[in-house]
């Protein structure tokens, strides 16, 4: 507790835009045709999963835009007919929906909707298809906003996108390639895959690393040099065509996970856009989670011009 209590005592450091922002990039023809992409009117299977307070949360079975097993959303569906902001939410590297859940079941307390979309990671357990895998996922994403854009009670140009971890690194993707996406909140998000996937002491992707250095007899130099060829793209190659006006980076120092090297790198690509440090690593970073939902919601409130998070006519 004594640890606790002199962690949650150390000063979270707030970091606003630079100044000297150009804005964003424009996509580059080659991009652009690479993420091509035509939005679709797809059906989705519903089901009211459980009632809470003010809110129903409800799943949503949507067809994959990869024709596979479908889209899993959670829609947290407020009361009242009145047309309500949206935040996305994007799971984060083994799939579990606890962490996004969490802030979900908050922005909807607070009145907005809240979609949790789930994902299938297993895309992401061969290396010569993790290009492949990654435009599948963001396609997915985006079959998630065509969805949104459907629903009458949903406000489609009030959309916020909310990512911690490998969740932030996909929505730093989204967001760049989609301009439906109108806020980006992401936390711990790495830059360079390649590196991360080098220098991180996430076990289950550090195994993967050492049998694959083993088996194939190569250095790890040689197998980063490997990745960076079956990855053409990752959030550094992106993060230039996100508007860093809209966007909160969240950082943790002393991460280890998704090293800090690399947060730091995707912050200063995407030019330096507004951004919190947390005095933590990825996993002790939970102690100011309640800060972190709460920093996030008053951004969206800022960049969907309600700042006191109420929609006014």
């Given amino acids: 507790?004594?640890?606790?209590?002199a962690l949650t005592g150390c000063a979270v450091t707030h970091v606003p835009l630079s100044d000297r922002y150009p804005g964003p990039r424009e996509l580059p023809p080659d991009l652009a045709e690479r993420f091509h992409y035509t939005a679709a009117t797809p059906s989705?299977?519903?089901?009211?999963?459980?009632?809470?307070?003010?809110?129903?949360?409800?799943?949503?079975?949507?067809?994959?835009?990869?024709?596979?097993?479908?889209?899993?959303?959670?829609?947290?569906?407020?009361?009242?007919?009145?047309?309500?902001?949206?935040?996305?939410?994007?799971?984060?590297?083994n799939g579990h929906l606890v962490v996004t859940r969490y802030f979900a079941k908050y922005f909807a307390q607070r009145g907005w909707a809240a979609v949790v979309v789930g994902v299938n990671r297993e895309r992401m357990q061969t290396i010569d298809e993790?290009?492949?895998?990654?435009?599948?996922?963001?396609?997915?994403?985006?079959?998630?906003?065509?969805?949104?854009?459907?629903?009458p009670e949903l406000d489609s140009e009030r959309i916020g996108l909310f990512g911690i971890s490998f969740g932030g690194s996909d929505a730093v993707?989204?967001?760049?390639?989609?301009?439906?996406?109108?806020?980006?909140?992401?936390?711990?998000a790495g830059g360079d895959f390649p590196y991360m996937a080098m220098n991180t002491r996430y076990r289950p992707v550090a195994r993967v690393i050492d049998e694959v250095v083993e088996e194939n007899g190569l250095t790890e130099s040689a197998l980063e040099r490997l990745l960076k060829e079956e990855i053409p793209f990752d959030p550094l190659t992106l993060a230039p065509y996100v508007d860093a006006q809209r966007a909160l980076l969240v950082l943790a120092r002393s991460d280890v996970i998704?090293?800090?090297?690399?947060?730091?790198?995707?912050?200063?690509?995407?030019?330096?856009?507004?951004?919190?440090?947390?005095?933590?690593?990825?996993?002790?970073?939970?102690?100011?989670?309640?800060?972190?939902?709460?920093?996030?919601?008053?951004?969206f409130a800022r960049q969907f011009g309600m700042p006191d998070g109420v929609a006014h006519n």
Avoid at 1 to 5: F, K, P, W, Y
Avoid at 277 to 294: A, I, M, Q
Wanted: aromatic share 8%.
């Fill in 1 to 5: 507790m004594a640890a606790l209590a």
């Fill in 44 to 93: 989705g299977a519903e089901e009211a999963l459980r009632r809470r307070a003010n809110f129903t949360v409800r799943q949503v079975l949507l067809e994959s835009s990869t024709g596979c097993e479908p889209i899993e959303l959670e829609y947290c569906d407020t009361e009242g007919d009145a047309r309500t902001p949206v935040v996305v939410l994007l799971p984060i590297f």
């Fill in 130 to 151: 993790l290009g492949e895998a990654l435009h599948a996922t963001l396609a997915d994403y985006r079959r998630a906003l065509d969805w949104i854009e459907q629903q």
């Fill in 173 to 188: 993707m989204l967001a760049a390639l989609d301009p439906r996406v109108d806020a980006l909140v992401a936390a711990m």
């Fill in 258 to 299: 998704v090293p800090f090297e690399a947060q730091q790198r995707l912050w200063l690509t995407m030019g330096r856009p507004e951004a919190l440090y947390l005095p933590t690593g990825h996993r002790t970073s939970v102690v100011y989670f309640p800060k972190l939902r709460e920093s996030a919601y008053e951004f």
